[in-house]
């Protein structure tokens, strides 16, 4: 699907900043938010190590939820697989994290490509809420599923960028990817970093111990942050999460 001439929402993103040779790709997640989520992240660890930081709007976001509806998985994996590459011939070493849906694709691309590590916050494994293993029954008869944006954005001092409804089918997108993401998880054997939410209501709360059991990776490390839900935008434990990754960037990338 051809988003170059779709009208994008401002401030969506994507979110680039040059740096040295060690590059890192930040997924965002797939809640109804955009990169804007992961730009207080990319900012602050660019400043603290001068990282190459490449933060991608994924195909459908940032455009409509009627756009968003209609783009398939293969969509986002074309398009990160794409930046991947171009990340890589400007960049010696290449980092690829992600928040919630993005960690899943974060570890997808992990099992597919050789990187030298990967980091996840809140990738789930399952989801908790209830209504969203109704979805398929739902689908039939109701296409969207309201957001508060106005709370999103007062929540986050107008950070947040996002839509105000979400199509249902991201539910069914997400299951297809969570079940791809176990099934390839033995592949993964880069040196990675995990953290999750102690306060996480929105994913199962095994996630993070699951994905930690199941990776071949010999270099590894899980860390619970002890004030944060599911939400990384102003994340209450963000400066932990930007002095944890810097030292994890600094101990693979010598």
């Keep these: 699907m051809d988003d170059k001439n779709r009208t994008l929402m401002p401030d969506e993103g994507p979110f680039y900043f040059e740096g040295n040779k060690i590059g890192i790709l930040m997924i965002h997640g797939g809640g109804g938010g955009t990169s804007a989520d992961l730009k207080p992240l990319a900012e602050d660890l660019h400043k603290k190590g001068d990282y190459t930081i490449n933060v991608p709007l994924l195909p459908g976001y940032g455009i409509s939820p009627v756009i968003l509806r209609k783009t398939p998985i293969y969509e986002w994996n074309k398009a990160l697989n794409k930046e991947l590459t171009a990340l ?11 928040h919630s849906m993005g960690g899943v694709l974060a570890l997808l691309l992990a099992s597919n490509n050789d990187l030298d590590g990967i980091f996840t916050i809140s990738a789930p494994v399952g989801i908790q809420n209830f209504l969203f293993h109704l979805v398929p029954l739902f689908k039939i008869f109701v296409k969207y599923h309201s957001i508060d944006s106005e709370q999103f954005k007062k929540d986050t001092c107008g950070k947040w960028v996002g ?3 979400l199509p249902l089918n991201i539910a069914t997108k997400m299951k297809k990817l969570m079940k791809k993401m176990k099934e390839s998880l033995p592949k993964i054997n880069c040196p990675i970093l995990l953290f999750q939410g102690r306060l996480d209501s929105d994913i199962k709360k095994n996630s993070m111990d699951y994905i930690f059991s199941k990776i071949n990776s010999k270099n590894k490390k899980k860390i619970w942050l002890e004030h944060n839900d599911h939400p990384i935008l102003c994340s209450p434990d963000h400066n932990q999460i930007v002095s944890e990754l810097f030292n994890f960037i600094n101990e693979i990338c010598p």
């Design 163 to 165: 839509f105000n409804k």
């Design 88 to 98: 890589s011939d400007k960049c010696d070493k290449i980092i690829v994290g992600g």
